[in-house]
């Protein structure tokens, strides 16, 4: 039994009572990991999420160790209302930065970022995905007159 909490990066389930072991006491679930996340509401039980986990060090020991594993988060006190719609916000801003990282990741390891970023060239660090939008009704038009005189 214990708590649970969402970062934009992560879940922390910390321990407040009845350990499955003497040595457990919190467990993180790094969201860029975590795949297949489903919410389940059985009619006799508790609601509660779950997904399978990768460890993110593959030659680490530890519970993970083994391999992909599946997680549990069950809601006994409620709030899954609350957490839900944030969580699966959170999964899909994850899942859209994996999917331009790789792009980008990609492109740069065949020779060919200028197709998908532009390089800007005062500081060639500085790397722009995507063309800024205009907010509606703020864009201004500038006539250039192209006659010589």
């Known amino acids: 039994v ?22 457990f006491k919190s467990f993180e679930i790094p969201l860029a990991t975590l795949t297949s996340p489903k919410f389940e509401q059985p009619i006799f039980w508790a609601n509660y999420l779950w997904g399978k986990v990768a460890p993110l060090d ?14 549990y988060l069950t809601f006994w006190s409620g709030g899954c209302g609350t957490f839900l719609p944030l969580f699966y916000q959170i999964m899909s801003q994850i899942v859209q930065e994996q999917v ?32 800024p939008q205009a907010t ?8 250039f007159n192209n006659e010589r005189r």
């Open 2 to 23: 214990g708590v649970f909490y969402l970062s934009s990066k992560r879940i922390v389930f910390l321990v407040k009572s009845k350990p499955s072991r003497a040595d």
């Open 58 to 71: 593959t030659d680490a020991q530890g519970p993970l160790a083994g391999g992909r594993t599946k997680v």
């Open 100 to 131: 331009e990282g790789g792009e980008v990741i990609q492109a740069a390891a065949e020779g060919r970022l200028n197709q998908v970023a532009y390089v800007d060239p005062s500081d060639p660090s500085v790397l722009f995905l995507a063309q």
């Open 136 to 143: 509606p009704n703020t864009e201004e038009r500038t006539e």
